[in-house]
């Protein structure tokens, strides 16, 4: 199978934009993950905010998505 | 509905005589939330009854003896009458008799384990092949009998007792590395030093030695063995008596005490002057006139005063939903109750939160098994059963969403016939599509969200500051639509208005936060991304599997199944874990940071369990 350079690259951009941003929330969560585990053992009530908490950075890998999702589809336009 | 409890605030004032009856009617009535009074200057706090000392100590007797006895303190009760102080008798006799079963038993014990060591005794002398008189030593001749530690060497102790004198006699035992050694009295202290580098341990002969003979001696051991054998059948016995007696009486006291001693210790909660105490609280509105009415009737020297509540005064907080609704607010307290003047979302949340987490899942062959999942699940474990509830919720929005995509266990058709669809999730055609709704979907419910948040600051702070601070939100937003339907100048000026107003309302706060609100709508991309994750995951097993089974041999068959069931399982597993954490998220962070403060306090009533 022959694929163009150019379609490639595109698939390597949206790639990299995933890559970028799951490592980016990768080491945010890691040091909140953390800090929370560290609290929730002083006071177990802390839980909920805790998870709400963890999952904040969650949102830098949709971003990821979302511009991935856009370079495909501006490549394809 | 979507309000806690309303409160009322109250002051109690009575005479110190009275105090007792007076707690002993808040208790039955468990209606009043007791502000805790800090000792001041003037007022100090209250100090406990004397029941309380005496249900403590009770208490702790009553708790020994149940360990004791190995009765579960948490198990259904017998009502048996008995007032406290006859009661504290009963348990004092109780445990003096459980105490004297169990010192007699210690002492049984520790005879029992020195039998052992006597019956050790005599079998080596046996294996010895020796007189139990002789193990005496005698009037020239020291004996040494016992274990030595044996990895010194097989002749290092033989080479070394040479050293010493030649005049000595040495047996050993190798199975049980014990030796027998007779020398010279002389040499005693050398010998003695000797043996103790090689870890000796003597072993006690002196009842051996008073005995006519090894056999006989065994014989006694095993007499004696038997009677206290007997003996501790015969406590085990009376104690298993106790516990038939007096189990449903201990766990009935244990809860009597347990509210007695709550009782006896609410003056500490109380202010407190040398004649009279005092007490503040909440009442729910609701029970506030039934209680004001009891005690003013029951009681004659109570003074009783209602209070407005103040401003910014931490009301405590019980919330009313329906019936439906209610287990939602278990997502309420995992992040924080509402405070008193705010509304309570918990009712929002049973429609919302079931909706955005069905529209990730999607697949009606899912829902359906998650439905009957949980169905058990709730039946099983009654402690998760607000939790499950909710996932029941979840499942059965789960199958409608599943009805709309026309999907069951990821496949489209049916024998043969495609399942009717609204819009089919599985086609990366569509993903524009599901984005789409994905974000326009965000966008209502943010904006649902700053509606309420604009209840909220009207209530609180009046119209225009309410304005300032939600609506000016929902202005950028169109300003943000206008410009992307290409009316640049019009949506431009709408924004710059809107930035202007949120720097009035929030100062240079506001600026900073601006773009907040587009990250939170882009936020509910996830919404997309998790459907994506999902749907392709089950496309793909069904793809894998029905490619084994046209394969037609029976190994691919077998192989194809256990892939689907597998793949099923794992793929469900993670539908209910993604899902379900990212719409909490979507709620606790996108929605409720639009109108949520939170931080209630829960309403505790005195005299009620948790």
Same mark, same amino acid.
Request: proline share 2%; charged share 20%.
């Given at each position: 199978?022959?694929?163009?350079?150019g379609t490639g690259l595109?698939?390597?951009?949206?790639?990299?934009?995933? =890559? &970028? !941003? #799951?490592?980016?929330? $990768?080491? *945010? +969560? %890691?040091? =909140? &993950? !953390? #800090?929370?585990?560290? $609290?929730? *053992? +002083? %006071?177990?009530?802390?839980?909920?905010k805790?998870?709400?908490?963890t999952?904040i950075?969650?949102?830098?890998?949709?971003?990821?998505?979302v511009?991935?999702?856009?370079?495909i589809?501006?490549?394809?336009? | 509905?979507?309000?806690?409890?309303?409160?009322?605030?109250?002051?109690?004032?009575?005479?110190?005589?009275?105090?007792?009856?007076?707690i002993?009617?808040?208790?039955?009535?468990?209606?009043?939330?007791?502000?805790?009074?800090?000792?001041?200057?003037?007022l100090?706090?209250?100090?406990?009854?004397?029941?309380?000392?005496?249900?403590?100590?009770?208490?702790v007797?009553?708790?020994?003896?149940?360990s004791?006895?190995?009765?579960?303190?948490?198990?259904?009760?017998?009502?048996i009458?008995?007032?406290l102080?006859?009661?504290v008798?009963?348990?004092?006799?109780i445990?003096?008799?459980?105490?004297a079963?169990?010192?007699?038993?210690q002492i049984?014990?520790?005879?029992?384990?020195?039998?052992?060591q006597?019956?050790?005794?005599?079998?080596?002398?046996?294996?010895f092949?020796?007189?139990?008189?002789?193990?005496?030593g005698?009037?020239?001749?020291e004996?040494?009998?016992?274990q030595?530690?044996?990895?010194?060497?097989?002749?290092?102790?033989?080479?070394?007792?040479?050293?010493?004198?030649?005049?000595?006699?040495?047996?050993?035992?190798?199975?049980?590395?014990?030796?027998?050694?007779?020398?010279d009295?002389?040499?005693t202290?050398?010998?003695?030093?000797?043996?103790?580098?090689?870890?000796?341990?003597?072993?006690?002969?002196?009842?051996?030695?008073?005995?006519?003979?090894?056999?006989s001696?065994l014989k006694?051991?095993?007499?004696?063995?038997?009677?206290?054998?007997?003996?501790?059948?015969?406590?085990?016995?009376?104690?298993?008596?106790?516990?038939?007696?007096y189990?449903?009486?201990l766990?009935e006291?244990?809860?009597?005490?347990?509210?007695?001693?709550e009782?006896?210790?609410?003056?500490?909660?109380?202010?407190?002057?040398?004649?009279?105490?005092?007490?503040?609280?909440?009442?729910p509105?609701?029970?506030y006139d039934?209680?004001?009415?009891?005690l003013?009737?029951?009681?004659k020297?109570?003074?009783?005063?209602?209070?407005?509540?103040g401003?910014?005064?931490?009301?405590?907080i019980?919330?009313?939903n329906p019936?439906?609704?209610?287990?939602?607010?278990?997502?309420?307290?995992?992040?924080?109750?509402?405070?008193?003047?705010?509304?309570?979302?918990?009712?929002i949340?049973?429609?919302?939160?079931?909706?955005?987490?069905?529209?990730m899942v999607?697949?009606?062959?899912?829902?359906?098994l998650?439905?009957?999942?949980?169905?058990?699940?709730?039946?099983?474990?009654?402690?998760?059963?607000?939790?499950?509830?909710?996932?029941?919720?979840a499942?059965?929005?789960?199958?409608?969403?599943?009805?709309?995509?026309?999907?069951?266990?990821?496949?489209e058709q049916?024998?043969?016939?495609?399942?009717p669809t609204?819009?089919?999730?599985?086609?990366?055609?569509?993903?524009?599509?599901i984005?789409?709704i994905?974000?326009?979907?965000?966008?209502?419910?943010?904006?649902?969200?700053l509606?309420?948040g604009?209840?909220?600051?009207?209530?609180h702070h009046?119209?225009?500051h309410?304005?300032?601070?939600?609506?000016?939100?929902?202005?950028?937003?169109?300003?943000a639509l206008?410009?992307?339907?290409?009316?640049?100048?019009?949506?431009?000026?709408?924004?710059?208005?809107?930035?202007i107003?949120?720097?009035i309302?929030?100062?240079?706060?506001?600026?900073?936060?601006?773009p907040?609100i587009?990250?939170?709508?882009?936020?509910?991309?996830?919404?997309?991304?998790?459907?994506?994750?999902?749907?392709?995951?089950?496309?793909?097993?069904?793809?894998f599997?029905?490619?084994?089974?046209?394969s037609?041999?029976i190994?691919?068959?077998?192989?194809?199944?256990c892939?689907l069931?597998f793949?099923?399982?794992?793929?469900?597993?993670?539908?209910?874990?993604?899902?379900?954490?990212?719409?909490?998220?979507?709620?606790?962070?996108?929605?409720?940071?639009?109108?949520?403060?939170?931080g209630?306090?829960?309403?505790?009533?005195?005299?009620?369990?948790?």
């Amino acid at each position: 199978m022959v694929v163009e350079i150019g379609t490639g690259l595109v698939a390597l951009s949206a790639g990299a934009a995933i =890559i &970028g !941003t #799951a490592f980016a929330a $990768a080491i *945010a +969560e %890691k040091g =909140i &993950g !953390t #800090a929370v585990v560290g $609290a929730m *053992a +002083e %006071k177990e009530e802390l839980f909920g905010k805790g998870l709400i908490l963890t999952v904040i950075p969650e949102t830098l890998v949709i971003f990821g998505l979302v511009v991935a999702i856009l370079i495909i589809g501006m490549a394809a336009a | 509905m979507l309000k806690p409890k309303s409160m009322e605030k109250i002051f109690i004032y009575g005479t110190k005589d009275n105090s007792k009856a007076i707690i002993a009617e808040l208790y039955s009535l468990g209606a009043l939330h007791i502000i805790e009074h800090r000792k001041t200057e003037g007022l100090d706090i209250g100090t406990p009854h004397d029941t309380a000392a005496l249900c403590s100590s009770a208490l702790v007797q009553l708790r020994s003896i149940a360990s004791f006895l190995k009765v579960n303190l948490n198990e259904g009760v017998k009502q048996i009458q008995g007032g406290l102080k006859s009661r504290v008798r009963i348990i004092e006799q109780i445990h003096s008799r459980v105490m004297a079963i169990n010192s007699k038993k210690q002492i049984n014990e520790g005879e029992l384990r020195k039998l052992e060591q006597d019956r050790r005794t005599a079998t080596i002398a046996k294996e010895f092949g020796i007189s139990n008189k002789l193990l005496q030593g005698t009037k020239h001749l020291e004996m040494f009998l016992g274990q030595i530690k044996n990895n010194n060497g097989k002749n290092g102790l033989h080479e070394h007792l040479d050293k010493i004198t030649k005049r000595y006699e040495m047996k050993k035992l190798e199975q049980h590395s014990t030796i027998l050694v007779y020398v010279d009295k002389t040499k005693t202290e050398e010998v003695a030093n000797l043996l103790s580098r090689y870890a000796f341990q003597p072993l006690n002969v002196r009842d051996l030695v008073s005995a006519v003979s090894t056999e006989s001696f065994l014989k006694q051991l095993e007499s004696a063995e038997k009677r206290l054998q007997k003996e501790n059948q015969g406590l085990d016995k009376e104690a298993e008596g106790l516990k038939k007696e007096y189990s449903g009486f201990l766990v009935e006291s244990e809860r009597l005490f347990k509210e007695e001693i709550e009782r006896a210790q609410a003056p500490l909660k109380f202010a407190e002057t040398k004649y009279s105490f005092a007490v503040q609280g909440f009442i729910p509105t609701d029970r506030y006139d039934e209680v004001r009415r009891k005690l003013a009737a029951k009681f004659k020297g109570i003074y009783i005063q209602d209070i407005e509540i103040g401003h910014d005064e931490s009301v405590p907080i019980k919330l009313q939903n329906p019936k439906i609704s209610s287990p939602f607010e278990f997502l309420m307290r995992l992040y924080t109750l509402p405070n008193y003047k705010e509304l309570d979302p918990t009712s929002i949340m049973f429609i919302t939160f079931p909706m955005l987490f069905g529209f990730m899942v999607g697949d009606w062959g899912y829902g359906l098994l998650l439905l009957a999942l949980f169905l058990v699940l709730r039946g099983k474990i009654k402690a998760g059963r607000q939790l499950f509830d909710i996932m029941i919720a979840a499942s059965i929005s789960t199958m409608i969403f599943g009805f709309i995509f026309g999907e069951f266990f990821g496949f489209e058709q049916l024998l043969g016939h495609h399942l009717p669809t609204l819009l089919v999730r599985s086609d990366t055609e569509n993903i524009n599509t599901i984005l789409m709704i994905s974000l326009i979907i965000g966008v209502i419910h943010i904006n649902f969200g700053l509606l309420l948040g604009f209840i909220n600051e009207f209530h609180h702070h009046g119209f225009w500051h309410a304005f300032i601070a939600k609506i000016s939100w929902m202005i950028l937003q169109a300003g943000a639509l206008l410009i992307l339907l290409k009316f640049n100048l019009a949506g431009g000026i709408i924004m710059a208005l809107a930035a202007i107003l949120l720097v009035i309302g929030e100062g240079v706060r506001g600026i900073i936060e601006l773009p907040s609100i587009f990250g939170n709508i882009l936020s509910y991309a996830r919404l997309m991304a998790l459907i994506l994750a999902g749907v392709q995951m089950a496309v793909i097993i069904n793809k894998f599997a029905v490619q084994f089974w046209s394969s037609g041999s029976i190994g691919g068959i077998i192989a194809g199944v256990c892939l689907l069931v597998f793949g099923h399982i794992i793929n469900i597993a993670l539908s209910v874990m993604g899902p379900f954490l990212h719409s909490l998220r979507l709620h606790y962070v996108e929605f409720f940071s639009k109108f949520y403060t939170g931080g209630g306090k829960e309403y505790r009533p005195f005299g009620t369990k948790e």
